[in-house]
Every structure is written in structure tokens, then in C-alpha cells.
T-cell receptor
Framework: ETGVTQTPRHLVMGMTNKKSLKCEQH?????MYWYKQSAKKPLELMFV???????ENNSVPSRFSPECPNSSHLFLHLHTLQPEDSALYLC?????????????FGNGTRLTVT | AQSVTQLDSQVPVFEEAPVELRCNYS??????LFWYVQYPNQGLQLLLK??????LVKGINGFEAEFNKSQTSFHLRKPSVHISDTAEYFC????????????FGRGTSLIVHP
């Protein structure tokens, strides 16, 4: 398997549930990212990991908790979400953090909070 | 800080016609520039990038873009579009010479009609 794989593709959860999104990259990259894509809004950078260390956290609410156990895997743990958190969550990776290194995206997890 | 403006939120065009998707950026330093495409129910994938050198950059699927430093633009063009080019297109910019994460534009929806 190549590229960036995200599971699940679709997730429906209640506001009191706890769930996790998973991302795996098979590209040998050293940086991984979580983005939120909502309708009619720009792509929002949530978290950045470089060599398994979190290097950026863009004022994301604490109900979103990232985890990067190694350079190939990235998780986003979700708890007590709000309906406005419904969106497409995209994982990406790059050779190194930012700069001239293009991002490789997964196909996303479509999250619906009821 | 840098910013990206994609001037058109939607561009309808007939099949086999030429198309130009506009992107302007602002930055006080030199930049790297990227165009990404997002097909329905998929993540973003890199179309092309400008890092340095020739200002005319060729990408995948017959797309090309021209970097114009004086006009701070990086417009995307294709001489003849296909139905399969219907997608969302994102311009992104990051300052050169560092590990900066790219800033994305809001996207342009290209709709190709038969």
C-alpha cells in the first residue's frame, strides 16, 4: 500500500462519544499534519508533527487531541465534540516540515457530529 | 505573514475550452508556490510547484502555471479541459528558505460542462 491512508472514511458520532481518527503514511516522510476542511471555509491547519514531536498547534480546542506514536502513524482523538466540528478531516505528510516539501494528503474522514 | 487570494470561487467552462484559474499572493519575502487539485470525495493532490528557476511550470494532466513576481501572481492554465478536470483547485504559498507550512487559498471550483 502506498501514499497516505485514513480510516475510517466516514464517522457519525454523538456529542458525548469518544472516537479516534487514524492516519498512516507509507512514504517515509518525517512530518505529518491534521487539517480541517469545512464547507465554504479555507483549509484550517490543526496540528503539525515533525519527527514525532508536535511543533504546531493552531489554537485547536482541547476536545481534539493528537497523537503521533511514530513517524508513520498519526491519530486524532475526539471527545465531547460539537455539531460545528462536523467537517472533512484531512491528514497529510511531507518529506520535511514545510518549506519546498509538498504535502501528500489522504482521502480524509468525513465526520458528522449529531 | 503571507496570504493567498483565489479570485474566483467558481469557474464554469465548456469541454475543450481553455481555462485560467487565478491566484494572487502577498508576502514580504521570496516564496514557494503550489497548486493542488481535489477531486470529489478525495484528498488534495499536487498539480505543480514553483520553487525557483523558470517561471513557467508544467504539471500533471496538462496543467501549467506562470509565476509573475511583479504582479505577485501564479495563475493556473490548461489549453483544453476535459470533463474529468471538474474539481476544486487550491493555490498555496510558503516563504522560501525555512520550514514554514504553506498557506492555502479558499479554492476555485472548476466545473466543466459537456
Amino acid at each position: 500500500e502506498t501514499g497516505v491512508t485514513q480510516t475510517p472514511r466516514h464517522l457519525v458520532m454523538g456529542m458525548t462519544n469518544k472516537k479516534s481518527l487514524k492516519c498512516e503514511q507509507h512514504l517515509g516522510h518525517n512530518a505529518m499534519y491534521w487539517y480541517k476542511q469545512s464547507a465554504k471555509k479555507p483549509l484550517e491547519l490543526m496540528f503539525v508533527y515533525s519527527l514525532e514531536e508536535r511543533v504546531e498547534n493552531n489554537s485547536v480546542p482541547s476536545r481534539f487531541s493528537p497523537e503521533c506514536p511514530n513517524s508513520s502513524h498519526l491519530f486524532l482523538h475526539l471527545h465531547t465534540l460539537q455539531p460545528e466540528d462536523s467537517a472533512l478531516y484531512l491528514c497529510a505528510s511531507s518529506q520535511v516540515r514545510g518549506g519546498n516539501s509538498p504535502l501528500h494528503f489522504g482521502n480524509g474522514t468525513r465526520l458528522t457530529v449529531t | 505573514a503571507q496570504s493567498v487570494t483565489q479570485l474566483d470561487s467558481q469557474v464554469p467552462v465548456f469541454e475543450e475550452a481553455p481555462v485560467e484559474l487565478r491566484c494572487n499572493y502577498s508576502s514580504s519575502v521570496s516564496v514557494y508556490l503550489f497548486w493542488y487539485v481535489q477531486y470529489p470525495n478525495q484528498g488534495l493532490q499536487l498539480l505543480l510547484k514553483y520553487l525557483s528557476g523558470s517561471t513557467l511550470v508544467k504539471g500533471i494532466n496538462g496543467f501549467e502555471a506562470e509565476f509573475n513576481k511583479s504582479q505577485t501572481s501564479f495563475h493556473l492554465r490548461k489549453p483544453s479541459v476535459h470533463i474529468s478536470d471538474t474539481a476544486e483547485y487550491f493555490c498555496a504559498v510558503s516563504p522560501s528558505g525555512g520550514s514554514y507550512i504553506p498557506t492555502f487559498g479558499r479554492g476555485t471550483s472548476l466545473i466543466v460542462h459537456p
